[in-house]
């Protein structure tokens, strides 16, 4: 009589995140990302010194999905109190969890000077291009002629100006040391946010500068779309404003990438 085949484990739940139902929208990118961050804190071994800084918006609800300590900020001062925890325990590895209204609208002060004096911490940055949390209102990274609760007509340029552009901005300032734009709206891509995301922290744990991964993402429920059209109208229209790649990536990053 044969024996038994061993069973091989070959996906699992990452440690580093909660074994609890989800609360969002069906096909909704966050919980995606959410897994993506947590493969990478068990990748490193960092799990006992992450702190994670949640504020307003869908992304504040990070904290029930990620393992690691968590602190919830005002909105818009997530960088703030990185920034502080980071300056008092510089031991500890610190990132924010940010929407596009919370980082480009009430929290883009604190986004411009926590990167311009290169504080050594990460933001993760959601990007769907619209409020998720209040409504479906315009965000300031609602593409132009897009329809929102408060435009429905369709952002008009002439009134509302032109979506930001996030890591187009950071990227011109002298701390910035890592600034890319990611997605995962398919698998090849979620690979590719999973390494950016690892690059990130180690480049914050080599002390090397301000990083930031954007994440264009999709809101099913509030584009008024099912989840696979959602992730069509991504890809056909986001990332023609939003293209994805490398945005900077200091000489001392390409070093230490090199080392890996």
Known sequence: ?????????????PKALCDVVTH?????????????IAE???DLGIQEITVGIAPVGCSVLA?????????????????AMA??????????VVFTYQGDGDLAAIGTNELIHAATRGENITTIFINNAIYG????????????????????TGRDTKLAGFPIRVCELVSTLEG?????????YNPSEIRKLKAAIKTAFQVQMAGLGYSLVEVVSNCPTNWGMTPLESLKWLQENMLAYYPLGDYKVKDSVKELMAKK
């Not at 009589?1 to 739940?13: G, L, Y």
């Not at 904290?63 to 960088?79: K, M, Q």
């Not at 910035?176 to 995962?184: C, F, N």
């Open 24 to 36: 969002y929208c069906p096909g909704c990118l966050h919980g995606v990302v959410h897994r993506v």
């Open 40 to 42: 990478v804190i068990d």
């Open 176 to 184: 910035s040391a890592y600034i890319v734009r990611r997605s995962a």
């Open 133 to 152: 949390m209040t409504g479906g209102q315009m965000a300031p990274t609602t593409l132009p002629g897009q329809v929102t609760t408060s435009t429905p």
């Open 1 to 13: 009589m044969s024996e038994a085949k061993e069973e091989k484990i070959v996906f699992q739940r």
């Open 63 to 79: 904290y029930n999905y990620i393992a690691t300590d968590f602190a919830e900020a005002a909105h818009g001062r997530a960088l």
């Open 83 to 92: 920034t502080g925890m980071k300056r008092v325990h510089p031991e500890l």
